[in-house]
């Protein structure tokens, strides 16, 4: 009964007005062989049973805010997140409402959401932005559909470079099991050394979409504006995954004429929290937003003419459109994009830039650092943000090994993902990582016997 | 100079309540504090990577806290009253969740840690999806899908994958009741299967007849909602899995109306092969307005193979004399359709408070959720019956449906929902299912006490009575909330979906 606000007496009088005689009389309809199983569960936990176990649950995990110093990114990164951006999110008025349907008594989370697409706008470059989606991966699959549908299912091939994410590279091909659509451009096995523009022999009439990242998964930074022009010219359009963070000092997927800009809004404000939930972004040109799937907030005015929003073009989703909807989608990430605008609104335009720049002294300084060991040196000469490759004297397992003995979480084994690449690993530092950890973990790598 | 697109204009007319944090911007103004550079000035990026302006606002902190507290004051939500929203399962949401998913050890573990430093999440996944098959008697389960959606496309990504790999290859069929959640055909819609629409019968149950007419060797399998959207048990639902498995076809449960279940029955007990759990609708996992939810997919046997990747195993087992715990870590199903999202899904948002209410509850706790949503409903149904047409009028589950018009009257559906809120109570789902007119779809939960109920009762039979005696009242509703309805056909027409700095704002550094 432990939320259950029902007396005894009352349930009685409850059970009379329906007529029946017990709690199990309603259950009739139910086949009595199957009805009423004994569940194999442990006996229920009292509120201070549970914050005993669940705070030594979390006690037996190393964290990185004290038990280990982190330089472990790949598509989830440890920035700070104020306090304002929490206390926002533990506002029962958010967090204990619905989907906002019912505009009238929903403005609260209209407006937020309309806030949160006008910052993504702003920060991608874009015109427009949905509610959200799952995550980065997940509204890169939904680009893909965006491209299908554009096309009419005429063009049946994605060119997707091999140096997206391999797990988002991985949802895609999930995503598009019974689409009859081709995947193309990742199969070999990344070079280090191979250039964009290595993906326009795949590029032809029959390609809908060409992905790409920005920063790439290996860290460096392109300018993708000629790529971008060469893949318009064969009349595909293109989806640039990208890191907000870097967005805050790079230029903009839209003003190199990326057609869609996704990515994961983790960076924004959201903690790790062990992969999710995060919230995936998603912009792109007006003209696309009738074959952009989620939702999307709209303003208005209400019947006394006040400004408001309500949820718009609701013709495209599942349940108007049930089978011939283009996508099933139903909920976004409501609360997490909200958080993504708390943080986005506190840190402004100076904050973001702040954090961005602190990121990328800190991710150069590292750089240098370690390229300068003996055995290790950096993998690419292109620009980069707050991660970058380093090639190891040794697997990197064994080192990141070595390095968890010393409280150090390594960075990420790109020969897990590209056999070629084995040695390899992906370092990341955000503005959370000190000279003094950066020290620490030359130091530690500088005395391992490399023999 | 930033030019503002056609997305971002903005109705000169319009009254503003609550700016937006665009227009609240003042150059100048700082949020947070960053520190200083501790390390020696890098080379900058080469000049022409670089993005020459930032159009972020610019707000101090209480600018940004105000704006947002304003905004929440704008929202009904469960915690602060009653939210009959059927099909949603809008319950409390326990406030020792939102303290325990915030433990640093959860907060702040990266999903791509060595297994070794994050046993304690991986204990706890691992548990979760023992606790959800023995819940609702599946023999495996993947934590993964991010939403109820989201476990309905990999439920169907299943059920493909298992006729191909036995070379079943002519199943494209899937047969869906007129009653189900729009999902459903949309996610059988994004893998290009045909949907065969099935009728319900006169009592709110799956039309066996048509059923049976529609199986055959070319159905991929049914998916039913059980209980139904009208809030119906199946009194047939042994011969309809009957009729689907004799065919060949898998049967896939929409979990969505779970609640009314827990202890009840288990849904793997009655023989369906596949269903996604709803942790936001079951498991009180807040809705967040409007996400994230948490889309869990319990399968039997015959399909375990083929969920997605990872799932949480046992690599080396414990012993418990010397109390040595197992290690957990990561499996990948042999036939495994894939990965659905980056990383293990949602679970800090979702696991860590999914485990706690059960935990919570154990065994007996969890039966009485079901018992209580189910008296709720009925009593509520009872006691509207009179005035209310209910169209399948018998013991319903979690939730009832009832007719929201009346003879003489040109009140509608959504003329009573907008009437509810001047009475400070949230509407029903409206117009669902479809095969009600003017649905008025009504789940209380059981985390409502007798007086709420009793009082929205009192509030619809008044309603009623306004319907047939002052109408306009009812027809221009909301009158006490702040906002009044919206114009939904502006919004759609202008497309109106972003805003932006004011003209001619300063973006210099």
Not at chain 1, 161 to 184: E, K
Not at chain 1, 255 to 269: N, R, Y
Not at chain 1, 392 to 415: F, M, Q, R, S, T
Not at chain 2, 69 to 77: H, P
Request: hydrophobic residues 40%; glycine residues 8%; charged residues 20%.
């Amino acid at each position: 009964m432990t939320y259950i606000p029902i007396s005894p007496h009352e349930r009685d009088e409850m059970l009379a007005t329906v007529g029946v005689k017990s709690l199990d009389d309603l259950f009739t309809a139910i086949p009595a062989k199957h009805r009423f199983p004994k569940l194999d569960l442990p006996p229920a936990w009292t509120e201070m049973d549970a914050l005993e176990e669940l705070t030594n649950i979390a006690n037996a995990n190393e964290n990185v805010r004290g038990d280990l110093i982190s330089f472990l990114g790949a598509g989830m990164y440890n920035h700070y997140i104020p306090s304002v951006v929490d206390h926002m999110l533990r506002r029962g008025e958010f967090y204990t409402a619905y989907t906002p349907y019912q505009p009238e008594i929903s403005q609260g989370t209209l407006q937020a959401v309309f806030e949160y697409q006008s910052l993504m706008a702003a920060l991608t470059g874009m015109e427009v932005s949905n509610a959200s989606h799952y995550d980065g991966a997940t509204a890169t699959a939904e680009a893909v559909n965006l491209a299908f549908a554009q096309y009419r299912g005429k063009r049946r091939k994605v060119v997707i470079s091999p140096t997206v994410h391999p797990q988002y590279r991985a949802v895609i091909r999930t995503y598009t099991q019974g689409m009859d659509i081709q995947l193309v451009g990742d199969a070999a096995d990344a070079e280090l050394d191979s250039d964009p523009s290595d993906l326009l022999a795949h590029v032809d009439d029959n390609a809908c979409l060409v992905i790409v990242q920005y920063p790439d998964f290996f860290g460096r930074v392109y300018d993708y504006t000629k790529f971008i022009d060469d893949v318009h010219a064969k009349g595909a359009l293109v989806c640039v995954v990208a890191n907000p963070t870097a967005l805050a000092m790079f230029k903009t997927p839209a003003s190199m004429g990326a057609d869609i800009v996704v990515g994961d809004g983790q960076p924004l404000g959201i903690p790790m929290w062990f992969g999710g939930p995060s919230v995936g972004f998603f912009t792109t040109r007006k003209q696309y937003v009738h074959k952009m799937a989620g939702r999307l907030v709209g303003e208005t005015v209400d019947s006394k003419g006040q400004r408001s929003y309500v949820l718009t073009l609701t013709a495209r989703e599942q349940h108007i459109k049930r089978e011939r909807a283009t996508s099933n989608i139903c909920t976004n990430q409501g609360l997490i994009a909200l958080g993504t605008a708390v943080y986005l609104s506190l840190l402004g335009k100076s904050g973001l830039r702040q954090v961005a720049e602190l990121c990328y002294q800190k991710a150069h300084y590292a750089a240098n650092a370690l390229s300068k060991i003996n055995g290790y040196s950096l993998a690419h000469n292109e620009p980069f943000f707050h991660e970058f490759t380093l090639v190891c004297p040794k697997p990197v397992a064994e080192i990141n090994a070595h390095l968890l003995e010393h409280g150090i979480l390594g960075g990420y084994d790109l020969g897990q993902d590209y056999p070629s690449l084995a040695n390899h690993m992906l370092v990341a530092v955000t503005e959370m990582n000190s000279k003094e950890e950066i020290d620490t973990l030359v130091e530690v790598l500088s005395e391992v016997d490399h023999g | 100079m930033v030019s503002a697109s056609s997305t971002t204009s903005s109705p000169l007319s319009a009254t503003i309540v609550e700016p937006t944090i665009f227009d609240l911007s003042s150059r100048g103004r700082v949020g947070v504090r960053m520190p200083e550079s501790d390390v020696p000035a890098a080379e900058p990026p080469p000049q022409h990577l670089l993005r020459p302006e930032l159009p972020l606002p610019e707000l101090a902190e209480v600018d940004v806290v105000r704006h947002y507290m304003r905004l929440s004051k704008f929202n009904y939500s469960v915690d602060g009253g009653f939210y009959p929203l059927g099909s949603c399962t809008m319950k409390y949401n326990p406030k020792i969740n939102e303290d325990v998913c915030r433990l640093p050890g959860f907060l702040f573990t990266h999903p791509l840690q060595p297994i070794e430093t994050v046993q304690g999440n991986l204990a706890l996944m691992y548990q979760l999806q023992e606790w959800l098959k023995e819940i609702a008697g599946f023999a495996a389960v993947t934590l993964q899908p991010a939403a109820g959606a989201h476990g309905e496309f990999t439920g169907v990504l299943m059920m493909r994958a298992y006729h191909k790999s036995r070379g079943d290859d002519k199943r494209v069929k899937m047969l869906i009741p007129d009653a189900a959640h729009g999902t459903n055909p949309a996610s059988v819609g994004m893998m290009g299967m045909t949907v065969v629409t099935i009728p319900s019968d006169e009592r709110g149950n799956v039309d066996l007849k048509a059923l049976e007419a529609a199986c055959d060797d070319t159905v991929v399998g049914m998916m039913l909602t059980n209980p139904n959207t009208l809030g119906l048990f199946d009194e047939n639902i042994e011969k309809v899995i009957a009729l689907v498995h004799g065919c060949g076809g898998l049967m896939y449960g929409d979990g969505a109306n779970l609640n009314a279940l827990l202890g009840i029955v288990r849904p793997g007990d009655l023989g369906f092969d596949v269903m996604h759990f709803n942790l936001h609708k079951t498991f009180a996992v807040p809705h967040g307005g409007g996400g994230p939810g948490v889309g869990p997919v319990g399968v039997a046997a015959r399909l375990a193979d083929f969920l997605p990747e990872p799932l949480v195993g046992i690599l080396e087992e414990g012993d418990e004399d010397k109390d040595m715990p197992p290690l957990y870590g990561y499996m990948k199903p042999a036939k495994s359709i894939g990965r659905m999202k980056a990383f293990h899904g949602h679970f800090g948002g979702g696991f860590v408070r999914s485990f706690t209410y059960i935990a919570m509850h154990g065994p007996d706790g969890l039966k009485d959720i079901a018992q209580y949503a189910v008296l709720n409903a009925n009593y509520l149904q009872a006691r509207l019956r009179d005035t209310y047409h209910i169209p399948f009028d018998r013991i319903c589950m979690h939730e009832f449906v009832a007719e929201g018009q009346f003879e003489g009257s040109d009140v509608r559906a959504l003329d009573i929902s907008k009437r509810l809120m001047d009475y400070n109570f949230h509407p029903p789902t409206n117009y669902f299912p479809l095969i009600v007119h003017e649905a008025l779809m009504i789940e209380p939960t059981e985390t409502e006490n007798k007086d709420t109920l009793d009082a929205f009762a009192e509030t619809m039979i008044k309603i009623a009575e306004e319907a047939k005696t002052n109408s306009a009242i009812v027809k221009s509703a909301p009158n006490n909330t702040q906002f009044g309805r919206m114009d939904e056909v502006k919004a759609a027409r202008e497309l109106v979906l972003c805003c932006w700095l004011p003209e001619n704002y300063d973006l210099s550094a």
